[in-house]
């Protein structure tokens, strides 16, 4: 009888990865709006975010105060938002002194706010970040606040004070604060980038474009191979060969948007010992641009090895294949095949046009949920929360993995996707390569969003991104 080991581990979402990063940088989504700007979109609020000092946001002059005490002074606000609660630790900014302005003006003093966000008053409220306000100083120079203390937040507001009856305005944003971890930076994720190829000699438009595309690859001895599998898509249809053997067809009644990649398991007596070569015909038939192709084969050894050949710059391929009827063969050679392009990722941080899920593909090793609670329970929509997730691991992990908790689900369409994020314990923490066989309790802090609905799909997975 196998015994049993019980461990219980305390995560949070960013423990081990306390490394400062720009949070105002374009992977982190800082999303900015102020109160007013002036009525020329050449000084939005986004402006303050793009690394530029000859662009920046202005605000529109002031209307008459309503009372004589506020006649000497202006305020205005401009507020950063994220989609997940961020750790802060610094925020610098600088005034905006370009663009054809007469009344434009030094700004004077400054607060820093931050959102509250949690219960009781789990709606959002405004709070002064204590050591984060005062007077600014010369135009020409930045004027960085530094909390007492890091604070955690969803969003802030900086306050602006300026002359009455003036303009004032920012030239660059930047936030400082704890790299954060994501609950999909640890999921898997595609080898393959998405390729296409335009032929040497450019020809009149014909529908569908057409292209035919290859890659040859070896292996040693096709015996140890204990399995294969091939996942792609097609933009906008395609057939897929291994040594002239059709492996994998989509027929793309899913055109555009929301295109899943297709999972096939490809038999093994296939392959050979020395040159293969993986072909595809790929068609652009719904003339939106959607043109490419996503692919990754996956060898598994028979001793747990596994090798990838994806989609990407060792492609080459044609507009006609007609040239060479052996296009789809190993040993062929034909120099009117010329390189393929990878022109995008296969996936991305925010969900656009091109981001397609990672199929599951013949798990390396195993472990079964056999307790999953949360605390408090029903979850409290804006609240903290703890996930405390039961594992029987069967057998001693070979690797170091990461438990991710997923909220929600990419729609894969931008600005219209459903991802709450979640919580991630990293690697490096779990450490899982220590564990024994027997049961495992890991408990992850998790911000739940405000916006999360009643019934919010949750996925939990235990993996590395290779």
């Excluded at 461990?7 to 306390?18: D, G, I, K, R, S």
């Excluded at 802030?156 to 303009?167: D, E, F, N, S, V």
């Excluded at 020395?274 to 996503?294: C, K």
């Amino acid at each position: 009888m196998r015994a049993i080991s019980l461990c219980t581990l305390l995560l949070t979402a960013t423990a081990c990865y306390a490394q400062q990063a720009d949070l105002t940088a374009f992977e982190w989504g800082a999303m900015p709006t102020a109160v007013a700007a002036v009525p020329d979109m050449a000084y939005r609020p986004t402006f303050v975010l793009d690394g530029k000092p000859e662009t920046g946001w202005v605000t529109p002059l002031p209307p008459v105060a309503p009372r004589a005490s506020d006649l000497d002074t202006t305020q205005v606000w401009l507020r950063l938002e994220w989609r997940f609660p961020v750790t802060i630790s610094q925020v610098e900014f600088r005034q905006f002194t370009g663009g054809a302005f007469s009344d434009l003006k030094p700004i004077t003093s400054y607060a820093l706010q931050v959102e509250r966000a949690f219960p009781p008053d789990w709606r959002g409220q405004w709070n002064d970040v204590e050591g984060a306000m005062g007077p600014v100083g010369p135009s020409d120079q930045p004027t960085t606040i530094a909390p007492a203390k890091p604070v955690r937040t969803r969003a802030i507001r900086l306050l602006l004070r300026g002359p009455a009856q003036a303009k004032i305005g920012l030239s660059e944003v930047k936030v400082l604060g704890e790299k954060p971890v994501l609950p999909m930076s640890f999921a898997p994720t595609w080898k393959a980038m998405w390729i296409w190829v335009e032929p040497s000699l450019v020809l009149p438009h014909r529908e569908p474009e057409r292209r035919y595309m290859r890659r040859s690859f070896e292996v040693a001895d096709p015996a140890q191979v204990k399995e294969a599998w091939l996942m792609a898509v097609a933009a906008d249809r395609g057939v897929m060969y291994l040594n002239a053997r059709e492996v994998w067809r989509d027929a793309s009644y899913n055109g555009g948007i929301q295109r899943p990649a297709r999972l096939v398991k490809v038999p093994t007596d296939l392959l050979r010992a020395g040159e293969n070569v993986l072909a595809a015909q790929v068609e652009d038939i719904y003339e939106v641009g959607s043109r490419g192709l996503l692919a990754e084969l996956v060898l598994i050894g028979r001793d747990g090895s596994r090798t990838i050949i994806p989609t990407d710059d060792q492609w080459t391929g044609q507009s006609d294949a007609g040239v060479h009827p052996d296009w789809m063969k190993p040993g062929t050679k034909d120099t009117r095949f010329v390189p393929a392009r990878p022109f995008a990722s296969g996936n991305g941080l925010w969900h656009w046009f091109w981001s397609v899920r990672y199929p599951v593909v013949a798990p390396a090793q195993t472990a079964t949920v056999t307790d999953l609670r949360t605390d408090p329970s029903p979850l409290v929509p804006g609240a903290p929360a703890k996930l405390t997730v039961t594992l029987d691991v069967p057998q001693k992990p070979a690797a170091d993995y990461a438990l991710i908790l997923r909220l929600g689900e990419d729609s894969q369409v931008r600005d219209h996707d459903f991802d709450l994020f979640g919580a991630v314990a990293p690697p490096e923490e779990l450490k899982t390569s220590a564990w024994q066989p027997g049961r495992h309790t890991v408990t992850l802090n998790v911000d739940i969003p405000r916006e999360a609905p009643a019934r919010t799909p949750a996925t939990v997975l235990l993996s590395r991104p290779d």
